[in-house]
């Protein structure tokens, strides 16, 4: 599974941005694919997951109520849309999949199965 990521780039606060993830798989039906970033000198962290298989999703504390995730299952692509962004949002940010052996995905870091190859968000006045 390729995964490419687009739409990233600098904004303002306050500013919105929309990530994409396109998945070079016949179907996504049973993966969950997610979206981390990692800040300079910080460890990487969970944004938001989207399970295929059951249509849940997960969203980090920081970003609730600013971040939507949302996935287009006729072109296996996932969009993080990014509002009311933040100069600690700032970070290259990462789409990821894991597939869901024995019918779950933990949707974690160590969980993820491929990566994509990041895009950079700067969020500067």
């Known amino acids: 599974v390729q995964l490419v990521e687009s739409g990233g780039g600098s904004v303002q606060p306050g500013g919105s941005l929309t990530l994409s993830c396109s998945a070079s798989v016949f179907t996504l039906d049973h993966y969950a694919i997610a979206w981390f970033r990692q800040a300079p000198g910080k460890e990487r962290e969970g944004v938001s997951c989207?399970?295929?298989?059951?249509?849940?999703?997960e969203y980090a504390d920081s970003v609730k109520g600013r971040f939507t995730i949302s996935r287009d299952n006729g072109k296996n692509t996932v969009s993080l849309n990014m509002n009311n962004l933040k100069p600690e949002d700032t970070a290259v940010y990462y789409c990821a999949a894991e597939f869901a052996s024995a019918g779950y995905a933990t949707c974690s870091v160590h969980g993820m199965d491929y990566w994509g190859k990041g895009t950079l968000v700067t969020v500067s006045p």
């Open positions: 989207s399970r295929f298989y059951d249509g849940t999703t």
